[in-house]
């Protein structure tokens, strides 16, 4: 059974005796009045209250319960053998997890990032159409000097959306293969073949 989170141990019935203890709320304001009289300023003497209901809150609230603990040592074979290697499998299943969200979240970067790219290469390509458009319009005799700056410009797009098509092929295969870009499977753990 998975371990009730704080919120779900405050949203219980115990939980909302806790928070509504008369004790915890008589208490709070007769610290916070002394704290008052005796010289605090009224906010600190009000958080000084708030703390002690908080302290009675939260001693009242019920305890999440511990996780039950499986000892296969208290079976005999082959039960014993069976409950070891269902608890090796489970502590397996949860590096494997552990190690897919990891996966699963430097994916989720890789896409932002060419998703940003695209965006901006879109950007760009607009401007690139848009600048063609107005040498086309304005046919004089310094329209030369901007087709090569244009034609430079697409060279440059060109050459970036290339450049962003293969790290995405490389990711796409990557991903494929069970591993993250620049780290191939077949390489031993340091790195040198």
Do not use: C, Y
């Not at 039950?68 to 608890?87: N, Y």
């Not at 990557?174 to 499977?185: D, E, F, I, L, S």
């Amino acid at each position: 059974m998975a371990a009730l989170s704080f919120r779900d141990r405050l949203l219980t019935r115990r939980g909302a005796r806790a928070i509504l203890s008369p004790i915890g709320i008589v208490g709070g304001v007769a610290v916070a009045a002394v704290a008052v009289v005796a010289g605090l300023p009224v906010v600190a003497g009000a958080l000084v209250g708030v703390g002690v209901w908080a302290v009675n809150a939260g001693r009242l609230l019920p305890r999440a319960p511990r996780a039950e603990r499986i000892d296969p040592f208290t079976l005999q074979e082959p039960w014993r053998r069976f409950v070891q290697e269902a608890l090796q499998a489970r502590t397996r299943f949860a590096e494997s997890l552990q190690v897919q969200r990891a996966t699963a979240e430097r994916l989720d970067a890789v896409i932002d990032k060419a998703q940003s790219e695209l965006r901006l290469l879109d950007a760009r390509l607009d401007e690139a159409v848009a600048r063609t458009l107005e040498l086309a319009a304005h046919a004089s005799t310094e329209a030369g000097t901007g087709v090569i700056g244009l034609s430079t410009d697409v060279d440059n797009l060109v050459s970036e959306m290339e450049s962003l098509r293969l790290a995405l092929d490389e990711t796409s295969a990557a991903a494929q293969r069970g591993t993250t870009p620049g780290t191939p499977r077949d390489l031993p753990p340091g790195g040198a073949r």
